[in-house]
């Protein structure tokens, strides 16, 4: 006996969708949100660390012919905390073309409550200044970023400025913090941008001061939102700090290690031997992914721990097993093995 499959209109998917919709507005409406608590929420997840805060502003170079004022804004990060504390909001983001030279990633937020929704698209380029166009790994990172751009611009035209002004604001003061620790917290910020791979010239010359102590709680604030700016996709580390190249592919913090050739050794006078005879099957070479679980495993270190280094730095996403790690990311961590044991031990601290 076979069962007769049933094919639905396309009117009748569309009036399943609308009364998913309606029982969504209705639910918004029956419990409406108090205005107060989502600040409250918003200013509690913003100012949880000094971590979380820095990365809710950005900082973007001043524009030719502008003002010569860096551009200045609340973050990717600052618009997931307004999303999950604003409530009754449904939001995505995905990329929807992709010509060969440029991405366009689309994001769309509905206001259940207000019934207002907003769609906004981004592009982004994939291919270099020569015109070649980026890996694959590449392009995912830009498509990635141009997603998370989208739906932050998106968020910002849902959510009232009201509410996320004052927010930005006070991550600001904690991310900054104030003159009496304005000297440890400017060597980390420092220290950071290094790591991506920035020098004191390009630092200096970037909010225009002459010396490392010039950089006041202003400067530094600068310096913060430029850093995130970088990790967020909106800037690259060449155009918020001219004269800097990144560290291959992306921004490790690891050097690669240098092995010494080995000295030639003096070989005895060989002695005619009968050869033995060659063993034809050979174990299927590992993957730089294999080798990298063997290593890290072997040294006490787990796949999450691995992760929560990475992300977001060098790698878009968790891997959910050693195969997802990208295979060039796993050779060069493989290559500066000293560095990432060094970097690991640092996380699980």
Not at 97 to 126: C, M
Request: aromatic letters at 6%; proline letters at 6%; hydrophobic letters at 40%.
């Amino acid at each position: 006996m076979t069962e007769e499959l049933e094919i639905m209109p396309v009117d009748a998917i569309g009036q399943i969708e609308r009364a998913q919709v309606d029982v969504q507005i209705s639910t918004a409406r029956k419990y409406p949100r108090t205005l107060s608590k989502v600040k409250e929420r918003m200013l509690s997840f913003a100012t949880l660390d000094e971590e979380t805060a820095s990365s809710c502003f950005y900082t973007l170079p001043a524009r030719r012919g502008g003002d010569d004022k860096p551009i200045q804004g609340p973050s990717v990060r600052m618009a997931e905390i307004a999303l999950a504390s604003y409530q009754h909001v449904k939001a995505g983001s995905r990329i929807i073309n992709d010509d060969g030279k440029f991405i366009t990633a689309q994001a769309v937020v509905h206001d259940l409550e207000n019934n207002v929704a907003v769609s906004i698209e981004v592009r982004r380029r994939v291919t270099s200044k020569s015109g070649a166009r980026y890996s694959d790994d590449m392009i995912a990172v830009t498509g990635n970023a141009a997603c998370s751009i989208a739906l932050r611009n998106a968020v910002f035209r849902v959510v009232p400025r009201a509410l996320i002004t004052p927010v930005y604001e006070a991550a600001k003061r904690v991310a900054v913090g104030d003159v009496k620790s304005l000297t440890t917290k400017r060597a980390q910020i420092i220290a950071r941008l290094k790591q991506m791979g920035a020098k004191d010239t390009n630092i200096l010359a970037a909010v225009g001061a002459d010396k490392i102590e010039d950089i006041d709680l202003a400067k530094l604030e600068v310096l913060i939102g430029l850093g995130t700016a970088i990790k967020d996709g909106e800037t690259t580390l060449e155009n918020a700090f001219p004269g800097a190249s990144p560290k291959e592919e992306g921004k490790p913090i690891f050097k690669e290690e240098t092995k010494a050739a080995p000295a030639a050794v003096e070989q005895p006078a060989t002695v005619p031997t009968t050869p033995e005879p060659t063993n034809t099957t050979t174990e299927p070479e590992k993957t730089p992914q294999d080798r990298l679980a063997t290593f890290v495993t072997d040294a006490g270190f787990s796949l999450d721990l691995f992760n929560k280094w990475a992300v977001p730095d060098f790698i878009p996403q968790e891997a959910a097993t050693w195969a997802d790690v990208p295979e060039q990311f796993a050779t060069r961590c493989l290559k500066g093995s000293k560095g990432l044991i060094t970097q690991l031990t640092g996380v699980a601290k």
